[in-house]
């Protein structure tokens, strides 16, 4: 649902006003969504940012939720599936750890995406009215919500930004969001993006509560079409297929890196995203899963409009936006774009320390 930059600049004067604090800003711009960094040695240590306490599920204790909106998202959208998510129960900032329960996607839905809806109806209306967050903030302080999950299913997200060699250009791939997503189609965004969340039946396996396991699995399934799969009988189902034993390979090898941006909490639905960066330095990897005869050929999955991915090259901000509509945070989710920029910045670090 984009909104002009007027709008856009109002949402983010209104809620940095209400929750006090820093939104991230680029080229001028500031976005409404702030960011929690990560120390240095925890860059390369993705599950360092996750509290090792398995998450649990919590009473539901909801004093905002819309009905109205869940309901025309799931008539409009009947293949939305209910599964569980991991959720916010407590976010640190130094050393930056999340520490997370167990909800529901639609509970997510009606507590934390209607709120953006509102806030993003109020705008085009021109007069910033939001009851629903107002309802919910008579039972939980702005300030406390930046950092607790309290009272709504604040579920967690994972924006991976990836960026690659091509024949010695490092590029980055962002595409547009299909209809099959519940909200924020039509938008762009990094690829992979996804929900974070256990498959196995019950949250079976606390091994699922891994940042690393879930960008690799998303990999495989945005990226090489790899089936979802809901209820799995093993959690680690795909570590054997092609495509992640030979990223794997690099990455042992240190011709790959994933790496942890930050933690963005996106002011509009109050829900935290987990950002990353993969960063391929060999360019067999893209030129093997683009080959017309490629044993792990590159296709996206339904979330992803068809042949929507751009890839455009990184050395400049300038340089790079030109391979995009103009104000192109207006066509991204809020947190995408916060997680566009810092991969963008730490892979330029990486690409310049590299011997």
Same mark, same amino acid.
Request: aromatic residues 14%; charged residues 25%.
């Given at each position: 649902m984009p909104i002009d930059s007027r709008d856009y600049k109002n949402l983010t004067d209104y809620l940095q006003h209400l929750y006090q604090c820093q939104p991230f800003a680029r080229d001028g711009i500031e976005h409404p969504v702030t960011v929690f960094y990560p120390s240095a040695d925890q860059v390369h240590d993705l599950d360092s940012v996750l509290d090792p306490y398995p998450p649990a599920i919590e009473s539901r204790d909801y004093p905002a939720y819309d009905y109205s909106y869940l309901h025309e998202l799931q008539n409009r959208k009947p293949f939305l599936h209910n599964g569980y998510t991991f959720t916010m129960k407590r976010l640190t900032p130094e050393p930056l750890k999340l520490r997370g329960a167990l909800g529901r996607y639609f509970d997510m839905l009606a507590t934390c995406a209607a709120l953006e809806n509102e806030l993003r109806d109020a705008a085009a209306d021109g007069w910033m009215r939001a009851p629903s967050r107002a309802t919910y903030h008579r039972a939980v302080d702005p300030q406390d919500a930046l950092l607790r999950g309290t009272k709504r299913c604040a579920a967690i997200g994972i924006g991976t930004l990836t960026v690659f060699n091509d024949r010695g250009a490092y590029k980055a791939m962002l595409a547009r969001r299909s209809e099959k997503t519940a909200y924020d189609s039509g938008m762009f965004h990094v690829l992979p993006a996804m929900m974070f969340g256990p498959t196995t039946p019950d949250f079976a396996?606390?091994? =699922?509560?891994? &940042?690393?396991?879930? &960008?690799?699995? +998303? &990999? @495989? =399934?945005?990226? %090489?079409?790899?089936? +979802?799969?809901?209820?799995?009988?093993?959690? !680690? %189902? %795909?570590?054997?297929?092609? #495509? @992640? @034993?030979?990223?794997?390979?690099?990455? !042992? #090898?240190?011709? #790959? =890196? @994933?790496c942890l941006t930050g933690v963005i909490v996106n002011l509009l639905t109050l829900r935290p995203e987990i950002s990353t960066l993969l960063l391929i330095h060999d360019p067999e990897w893209y030129a093997r899963i683009t080959a017309h005869d490629s044993d792990i050929p590159f296709k996206t999955a339904e979330e992803t409009l068809s042949r929507s991915v751009i890839a455009a090259p990184i050395a400049e901000d300038k340089a790079f936006l030109s391979q995009f509509p103009t104000e192109l945070h207006l066509q991204m989710p809020a947190q995408a774009t916060a997680t566009l920029w810092l991969g963008l910045d730490l892979a330029r670090d990486l690409i310049a320390r590299r011997p």
């Open positions: 396996n606390p091994q =699922e509560w891994s &940042v690393k396991h879930q &960008v690799l699995r +998303e &990999v @495989l =399934e945005e990226m %090489f079409n790899m089936p +979802e799969q809901w209820n799995p009988e093993r959690w !680690d %189902f %795909f570590y054997q297929h092609p #495509a @992640l @034993l030979y990223l794997q390979e690099l990455m !042992d #090898a240190g011709k #790959a =890196e @994933l």
